[in-house]
C-alpha cells in the first residue's frame, strides 16, 4: 500500500504545471487595463484575489477569474456619457453587466469602494504576458413556451407539415419559415402582454444592450400607475418601430436617428402619433477593420464589400447613412449578424464592417479575439453631413490598439411609445427608469448611463407631454 501511495506521489508530481502568469503579472495586466479603461489615476487597484482560470480554447492562453476591489481616487460619475464609464470598465475587467458593485447613480465619492468580479484573458507572448481582448458572453435567449389546447394542436399541424415538406429543412423555404414562426410569436407575445401583463416593450436580439434594458425593465414590479412591463424580442431598432406601428409594442427601444425617419415617413408610412420619452445612451458607429488591413480612412472603402446590419435593425440604416455621407455608392452592401462579422472580417469576405453600438461595445472585443482590429475615424465634415447623428469620440484604451480617442458619430438611443399614452402612464414609466434602484443592477453598464440630465439630448421627434411634464419637475 505504501508503494502505491509513492507511486501516485511520484506521479502526480510528473504533472507539469500549467503556465500562468504569477501575482505581480496578473497586477500589472489588471492596473493597466484599468487605467486604460478608466483614465489614468482615477481608481486605484486596492486588491485582487484569483479565483480560478481554465485554458481558453479560442487562443491557446488561458482565463483567469478574478475579483477585485477598486478604490476611487476622486469623485467621477460612471453614468456620462463620455470618458471612464461603467461599460469600458466592464469590458477592460471582463465583468458582466452585473459583475461590479458600488457604482451609484449620479456619481460616486473620492474612496468609495468598487467591487469587480470578472475575467481577464492572457496569452504568454515569449516571456511576457499580455491580456487579450473580450468581455462576457452574451445571453442565450430564453426558450419559449405556448399555451396549450388549440395551441397544441396547431403546432403539431406545424410541425407535420415541416416535416411533410422536404425543402423546408434548408434554403430560402426555411429562412421563410423562420421568419413567420417568429413573426408569430411575436403577435403572440404582444396579445397576451395586452391582455394579461400590461405593455408591451420591444427590446432587441439576444445578447444586445436593448435586450438587456428591456429585460430589466421587464423585471420591475408592477405599481398602481403603471402595469408591469413585457419585453418582445426583435432584431432591432427598425422592427421595434413595426412592433409599435401595427399595435403589438406599445413601448420601444429606438435609435434617434431611425425613429426620426420613422415619423417623418422617410422609410415607409409616417408614425405622426410617435413620441419621444427620454434619450438614454449614446451609440457610436464603429468602423471596423482588420489590423493588417491598408484601408486607413473612410475613402479607402471605394468600391469594397463592407458589412452591414441585417434588415430591421437600425445599425443597418445608420450604416447606410455613413457610406452616403461618403460618396461610397459602389460598395457592395453584405448584411452580416453580430456573431457573423468576426469570421467574415477574419476570411476576407468583407474589408470593413460597420456597427452602432455602445462604447466600448462587447461584440466588437469578441471580434478582436479572432482577428486583431482598427477602427477607421469619421472627419468633422462627415460627421455634420451625417445629422442627426452627434460628433462623439471614443476614448483611448476602449479597444485593444486605440492609443487615442477617435472621432466618430453617435446616436441616442431612445425610449418612445405612442401618443395615446396618457400622461399617468408615461409619469410612472418614467419614474421607473430614472428611480428604481434595481435597473442599474439589472441593466448593465448602459443604464446607468440614463439620467434626466441627458433624458432630452439628440431628440429626433417630439417629447410626449407626460414626458414634457416629468421633466417640468424632474432634472
Do not use: C
Given at each position: ?5 509513492l ?17 505581480v503579472a496578473?497586477?500589472?495586466?489588471l ?17 485582487f ?16 477569474y478574478?475579483?477585485?476591489r ?16 461603467l ?10 453587466p452585473?459583475?461590479?458593485?458600488g ?20 496569452k504568454?507572448n ?5 491580456a ?9 435567449p430564453?426558450?419559449?413556451e405556448?399555451?396549450g ?5 396547431l403546432l403539431?399541424?406545424i ?6 415538406i ?17 413573426q408569430a410569436?411575436?403577435n ?18 439576444a445578447?444586445s444592450e436593448?435586450a ?7 423585471g420591475l ?5 403603471r402595469?408591469?412591463?413585457t419585453?418582445?424580442?426583435?432584431a ?5 418601430l ?12 429606438a435609435?434617434?436617428?431611425?425613429a426620426?425617419?420613422?415619423f417623418?415617413?422617410?422609410a415607409?408610412?409616417?408614425m ?7 434619450s ?36 443597418r ?11 461610397l ?15 467574415a472580417l ?8 460597420i456597427?452602432v ?5 462587447q ?22 453631413r ?15 490598439g ?24 408615461v ?6 427608469l430614472?428611480?428604481?434602484?434595481s435597473?442599474?443592477?439589472?441593466g448593465?453598464?448602459a ?13 429626433t421627434?417630439?417629447?410626449?407631454p ?10
Open positions: 500500500m505504501r508503494h502505491i501511495l507511486l501516485l506521489l511520484v506521479l502526480l508530481g510528473a504533472v507539469p504545471a500549467v503556465a500562468q502568469p504569477d501575482a496578473l497586477s500589472r495586466i492596473a493597466s487595463r484599468i487605467d486604460a479603461a478608466a483614465g489614468p489615476g482615477l481608481l486605484e487597484l486596492k486588491d484575489r484569483r479565483m480560478g482560470d481554465a485554458p481558453d480554447p479560442e487562443t491557446g492562453g488561458r482565463i483567469i478574478v475579483a477585485t477598486l478604490r476611487l481616487a476622486r469623485a467621477h460619475d460612471f453614468g456620462g456619457w463620455s470618458g471612464g464609464t461599460q469600458a470598465l466592464s469590458a477592460a475587467l471582463g465583468a458582466g452585473r459583475g461590479i458593485r457604482v451609484a447613480r449620479g456619481g460616486n465619492a473620492a474612496g468609495d469602494l468598487l467591487r469587480a468580479n470578472g475575467s481577464i484573458r492572457v504568454r515569449g516571456d511576457v504576458w499580455v487579450l481582448a473580450g468581455g462576457a458572453a452574451a445571453g442565450r430564453a426558450a419559449m405556448g399555451p389546447g388549440r395551441a397544441e394542436q403539431t399541424a410541425q407535420t407539415a415541416l416535416t411533410a422536404p425543402r423546408a429543412t434548408g434554403g430560402p423555404a426555411s429562412v421563410a419559415i423562420e421568419q413567420e414562426l417568429a410569436w411575436r403572440i407575445e404582444g396579445r397576451l402582454a395586452r391582455i394579461e401583463r400590461g405593455l408591451p416593450l420591444a427590446g432587441g436580439a445578447g436593448y438587456r434594458l428591456a429585460a430589466a425593465l421587464a414590479p408592477a405599481t398602481p400607475d402595469p408591469a412591463m419585453a418582445l424580442p426583435s432591432g431598432s427598425v422592427e421595434n413595426r412592433l409599435l406601428a401595427d399595435g403589438t409594442a406599445l413601448l420601444a427601444l435609435q434617434a436617428d431611425v426620426g425617419q420613422a417623418r415617413g422617410e415607409g408610412a409616417a405622426p402619433g410617435l413620441r419621444a420619452l427620454a438614454l445612451f449614446p451609440e457610436a458607429v464603429h468602423v471596423i477593420v482588420p489590423a493588417a488591413s491598408p484601408l486607413r480612412q473612410m475613402a479607402d472603402l471605394a468600391g469594397r464589400r463592407i458589412g452591414v446590419g441585417i434588415a430591421g435593425s437600425g445599425a440604416v445608420t450604416a447606410e447613412a455613413v457610406l452616403a455621407a461618403y460618396g455608392t459602389d460598395a457592395t452592401r453584405v448584411p452580416l449578424a453580430p456573431d457573423a462579422v468576426a469570421a477574419a476570411s476576407g469576405q468583407v474589408a470593413a464592417h456597427a453600438s455602445l462604447a466600448p461595445a461584440a466588437v472585443l469578441r471580434i478582436a479575439d479572432t482577428v486583431p482590429l482598427r477602427l477607421l475615424p469619421l472627419d468633422p465634415d462627415a460627421v455634420t451625417l445629422a442627426p447623428l452627434l460628433p462623439f469620440s471614443i476614448p483611448a484604451g476602449a479597444y485593444p486605440l492609443d487615442a480617442p477617435l472621432m466618430t458619430a453617435a446616436t441616442p438611443a431612445l425610449l418612445v411609445g405612442d401618443a395615446a399614452l396618457t400622461t399617468a402612464e409619469g410612472a414609466i418614467l419614474t421607473a430614472f428611480r428604481a434602484p435597473l442599474a443592477a439589472l448593465g453598464p443604464a446607468l448611463q440614463i439620467t434626466p440630465a441627458t433624458a432630452r439630448q439628440g431628440l421627434l417630439p417629447l410626449h407626460g414626458a414634457e411634464a416629468f421633466f417640468a419637475t424632474n432634472r
